[in-house]
Nanobody, 120 residues
Framework: QVQVVESGGGLVQPGGSVRLSCVAS????????MEWYRQAPGNQRELVAA???????NYVDSVKGRFTISRDDAKNTMYLQMNSLKPEDMAVYYC??????????????WGQGTLVAVSS
């Protein structure tokens, strides 16, 4: 069984910054892909950023140049540094891990979500 804990959300002013963290623990052999999603009220959940095991990254166009995803495999942790925040970035942010379990099954696990509110 794998547990995921997200942290770092909160209220931030437009133009401000916040860093989200997401830690996985439990029966993990290795983590493949790490992703951040977000869901605003009335909208579908969208993929914001992804980072592969080799360190390749991908971003949705609306956050390119402002958000940075990173990972620390030694800590089974991913981060999302969010700069120059805009009101339209306000959403609940979810992390997702694609990983190999101790029995070498490929599984996924999601975080519980953390709210990032952007408002003056």
């Amino acid at each position: 069984q794998v547990q995921v804990v997200e942290s770092g959300g909160g209220l931030v002013q437009p133009g401000g910054s916040v860093r989200l963290s997401c830690v996985a623990s439990g029966s993990i052999f290795s983590i493949d892909i790490m992703e951040w999603y977000r869901q605003a009220p009335g909208n579908q959940r969208e993929l914001v950023a992804a980072i592969t095991g080799s360190g390749s990254t991908n971003y949705v166009d609306s956050v390119k140049g402002r958000f940075t995803i990173s990972r620390d495999d030694a800590k089974n942790t991913m981060y999302l540094q969010m700069n120059s925040l805009k009101p339209e970035d306000m959403a609940v942010y979810y992390c997702r891990f694609g990983y190999y379990s101790d029995s070498f099954r490929y599984l996924e696990v999601w975080g519980q979500g953390t709210l990032v509110a952007v408002s003056s």
